[in-house]
């Protein structure tokens, strides 16, 4: 037997809508309680006439006013701001509210699907992930993000709370698998973005792709930002004494090529003004001297020559 493929879901869509003026009707209603109130009365007292062909259809529009009534009062609702109703009728959906305010509306609606649509503040757990080059490290982030699509969140996925919760997780990690820790960690280029050095890049990308993927789920992202971020316990004591170590190298790469620049030039100094003339063995010893006196960690201790140049 041929069996066809099954059929890809077509996304919810949030149909917005208007609910009548919650006061209005509950004017009505009151007023048709109030009615059969009177009626009952009227009819109890013997103020309409008292032959049963008069006052049976009475006594039957007393109950049927009550429950109209009663039945008109369970429409009303009240929604807070940044607050919204779904309107299902009978598990179809018809629409949400998001005015704030006393409303009424078909009391056959099931009117229970409240949701906020107020900012949530995600503060996710320290994931022990590897970065671009494999190197354990700890990260969270911090997601600012709220519901934008109603129908979306209700019905394209169970719960979009704990959708949330694991497509941010996934994209933390997605996150950090695509960067180095740190400039450290790549030889590709010292422009290269890192997730400590990244910044504002890094906080975009991580909310870009959280914005794709809690799309489904009808949720909008405000913002998005690593709050932690650290190499692995396991590492960290190598990886910080690898950093003192790079960072001493480069100091000294810096202090010998300044050194190197302050000889040349006072070589070029001494030889334009003629102060003294220095065969290549002489100037190659003040070379060294200056060049140990310039990069050495210690000050320099002076030797006073009282002979000659040359001795």
């Not at 007023?31 to 049963?52: E, K, N, Q, R, V």
Request: net charge neutral; glycine share 6%; charged share 20%.
């Amino acid at each position: 037997m041929k069996m066809n493929p099954p059929s890809s879901s077509t996304p919810s869509r949030e149909i917005p809508v208007e609910a009548m003026n919650g006061f209005a009707m509950l004017g009505i209603s009151l007023t048709l309680l109030f009615a059969a109130i009177a009626l009952l009365i009227y009819t109890l007292h013997g103020l309409a006439p008292h032959t049963g062909g008069d006052a049976v259809p009475q006594l039957i529009a007393v109950p049927l006013l009550i429950v109209l009534a009663i039945f008109l009062l369970n429409g009303h609702f009240t929604l807070q701001p940044n607050e919204a109703r779904l309107l299902l009728l009978f598990g179809a959906y018809k629409g949400t509210v998001r005015q704030s305010g006393f409303f009424w509306a078909n009391p056959f609606y099931s009117k229970f699907t409240k949701m906020s649509l107020r900012a949530y503040n995600l503060n996710s757990e320290k994931l022990k992930v590897n970065d671009k080059h494999g190197n354990p490290i700890e990260i969270a982030a911090v997601v600012v993000w709220r519901v934008a699509d109603t129908a979306q969140a209700k019905f394209d996925v169970a719960d979009y709370n704990r959708y949330v919760n694991i497509q941010s997780e996934s994209a933390l990690r997605h996150l950090a698998s695509t960067y180095a820790y740190d400039l450290g960690e790549t030889t590709d280029t010292k422009d290269e973005l890192t997730l400590r050095s990244g910044g504002d890049a890094v906080s975009t990308a991580l909310m870009g792709e959280l914005q794709v993927r809690l799309a489904k789920a009808g949720v909008t992202v405000d913002e998005a930002r690593i709050s932690y971020l650290s190499y692995a316990p396991e590492i960290a004591e190598a990886m910080l004494r690898r950093q003192q170590a790079q960072a001493v190298v480069a100091a000294r790469k810096i202090i010998v090529q300044n050194a190197v620049s302050m000889v040349e030039m006072a070589l070029s100094e001494l030889s334009e003004r003629k102060v003294v003339v220095l065969d290549d063995e002489r100037r190659a010893a003040m070379v060294s001297n200056l060049l140990v006196v310039l990069c050495g960690e210690n000050h320099a201790s002076p030797v006073i020559n009282t002979g000659t140049l040359y001795n």
